[in-house]
């Protein structure tokens, strides 16, 4: 699979662009006019430049409003074009993207139009160079990919070949069988982009809200199938307008799109109609079976108040590092990890963060080959020295530059907790509370990580994300989107923070970066844990008792439950799937906080309930501007 992205799809001035796409892996670039032509060098030295990086220019464009022009003007577009035709042979490229016509005094009919690419197509051919026609799905006579093929089909010119776009394509819902049947040689390169779904107009929705494949909601995975049936093994290029991409990190969009091509590859070939496509070798996404531990960083000073916070939740210090200061705290099939070693990544991750989840672990098929496909989709490696005899867990760098490891049921790895591990008597007078499991982990990040995170976890492991919501904060909105596979044995909430007056933006800002903010433990009985937390000295987080009589209007709940939901501060929520019961701590920190929730066949996260929580929570944050004690 050759890969190719154009220079509109990142952020930048055009040497910076290059680097980034050279760096990420990419083959190719495509050459956006603009970023030509605000460059103040020759074409000449675009070319050398982009060769230097060791990619090859796949394709100059765009060349607008050419077929079916009226004299004068049909005239003045062929001296356009050999101006286009001079610029490509300096650059060294041979193929130039000519889009439908969208002018209002363009002529429609098929043969007219055909007739002018012949032409263009004889012009090319004397200077050893092609022409490829896409159709805009905005064009004024042609929209639609079936008629720019049976234009370039009519033009009858071996230099004349068709661009197809997934955009295009899919965001008029056009038939994709209809590619299955273009030859492949006459499919001169493949453009691909993902949106999410919006209805709204096409133009618009194109220049803002594309995003690289698998980021989107539109079936950029069919569409490249019918490609491959064809049997094209050219260019896959991506082509994203994207106002948030065009704000961000190139190097960070560069590889997000590298890793996106590389993904789709993988999941066409795996699928009935791979064609001629070929792709790097790497083992599918891995089945995570669940949480293997979270881990917090902490110093001896901070660590007593997160341990006092951790035994009112029912939690038991089980077992010590054989070499690091590292204890175990576990209840049911959580297993938590206090690190207060003064070496290493965790202490690093201390100085800058202060106490924080700064790693997780999830159990895995098979960990081994999760880490090979992460590190083949280009994520980043972490090790670091482990003790004689200990066990080296694969892992990579997550969220924010925290740790994800990963384990297995099988080898060393299923056998860390006694190999590393020495248990010991916890001697205090915590009661179990029903804690069974994590039932997810949510991860606070700064908005523009968002699309990132989302295609990192889909392209690594067997999960779907689910659609965007606005988390309503009283301080602004904050965007969540959740990654879970269909098991619920991984579920991780994604919450975009736009700025820092908001719960999540003050998180962030006073953490420096993304982390774990929450975690939210599963119990099968919320009023059973609720009392027990009670005799362990647990402090939940008070809800206004104006939600209690709104919540029992709002369901219909029988007046006795509300009474019981008001004296545990628990809030409640219903889907058509059945119902969902919250309980939380108060802050720690700079905003971490605990949940325990039931869930009785109830599928979402009680998004409704977030603005009453967030109120709460933020009513013992530190106000700005105050010292930490």
């Known amino acids: 699979m050759k890969t190719s992205i154009a220079t509109v799809s990142i952020s930048g001035e055009l040497p910076e662009k290059l680097a980034a796409i050279a760096k990420a892996g990419f083959d190719g670039v495509e050459i956006f006019e603009n970023d030509f032509l605000a460059f103040d060098g020759s074409p000449a030295d675009v070319g050398k430049m982009v060769r230097d990086h060791g990619l090859e220019i796949t394709l100059f464009q765009p060349f607008r409003d050419f077929e079916g022009m009226p004299e004068p003007h049909r005239a003045r577009t062929f001296d356009r074009a050999e101006r286009k035709f001079d610029v490509m042979q300096q650059l060294g490229t041979d193929l130039v993207l000519v889009c439908s016509n969208v002018s209002p005094i363009s002529l429609g009919g098929i043969d007219r139009a055909a007739a002018d690419f012949h032409e263009l197509g004889e012009r090319a051919a004397k200077r050893g160079l092609r ?66 779904l919006i209805d709204m107009d096409l133009l618009y929705w194109s220049r803002h809200f594309r995003n690289m494949p698998g980021e989107g909601d539109l079936p950029v995975a069919a569409f490249t199938s019918a490609i491959a049936e064809t049997g094209y093994d050219g260019y896959f290029s991506l082509e994203i307008f994207n106002d948030q991409f065009r704000g961000g990190s190139a190097k960070a969009i560069a590889a997000d799109g590298h890793r996106s091509l590389i993904t789709l590859g993988d999941q066409v070939r795996r699928g009935p109609s791979a064609g001629g496509l070929t792709v790097p070798e790497m083992p599918d996404r891995a089945a995570v079976k669940g949480v293997g531990f979270v881990e917090f960083s902490a110093s001896e000073a901070d660590a007593p108040e997160l341990i006092g ?49 700064y790693a997780m672990a999830l159990t895995v098929d098979d960990a081994r080959e999760t880490m090979e496909r992460a590190v083949a989709l280009g994520a980043e490696p972490f090790s670091q020295t482990v003790g004689p005899g200990e066990v080296q867990i694969p892992a990579i760098r997550g969220v924010g530059g925290g740790v994800l490891y990963l384990l297995d049921d099988s080898s060393d790895l299923a056998r860390i907790w006694d190999i590393d591990f020495v248990a010991v008597a916890d001697d205090t007078q915590a009661q179990a509370v029903h804690l069974l499991r994590v039932d997810h982990v949510a991860q606070t990040v700064a908005y523009e990580e968002m699309l990132t995170w989302l295609l990192f976890y889909t392209a690594i492991f067997q999960a779907r994300k689910t659609p965007m ?42 953490t420096f970066g993304s982390g774990i903010q929450h975690l939210a433990f599963h119990t099968d009985d919320i009023f059973a844990t609720a009392g027990a937390l009670r005799l362990n000295g647990f402090h939940p987080l008070p809800i206004s008792p104006n939600y209690y009589g709104d919540v029992e209007a709002r369901f219909g709940l029988d007046p006795e439950l509300t009474e019981r939901l008001k004296a545990h501060n628990i809030l409640y929520d219903r889907d058509e799937h059945g119902e969902y019961f919250q309980l939380y701590s108060g802050t720690y920190g700079e905003g971490f906080f605990f949940e325990i929730v039931e869930r009785r066949g109830y599928r979402g996260y009680g998004a409704a309930n977030a603005i009453f929580r967030i109120a709460a929570l933020k009513k013992q944050m530190r106000p700005e501007g105050l010292p930490k004690v």
């Open 469 to 510: 919501v606005d988390i309503i904060d009283p301080a602004g909105i904050v965007r969540s989107q959740v990654v879970e596979n269909a098991e619920g044995s991984l579920r991780i909430t994604m919450n975009g923070a736009e700025n820092r007056r908001t719960l999540a933006g003050h998180f962030m800002a006073e």
């Open 309 to 357: 916070i951790l035994q009112t939740l029912g939690f038991r210090r089980t077992a010590v590092h054989k070499s690091k200061k590292v204890s175990l705290y576990s209840q049911g099939d959580i297993r938590l990890l206090l690190n207060t070693d003064e070496a290493g990544f965790a202490n690093a991750s201390y100085a800058v963060h202060g106490v924080s989840a």
């Open 131 to 196: 022409v490829g026609y896409e159709a805009l799905a905005w064009g004024r006579h042609i929209f639609d990919h079936r008629d720019a093929w049976e234009i370039v089909r009519r033009a009858d010119h071996p230099n004349i070949g068709l661009i197809l776009d997934s955009f295009h394509t899919l965001s008029r819902k056009i038939d994709i069988n209809s590619i299955r049947s273009i030859p492949k040689d006459k499919i001169f390169i493949v453009q691909l982009a993902d949106a999410p």
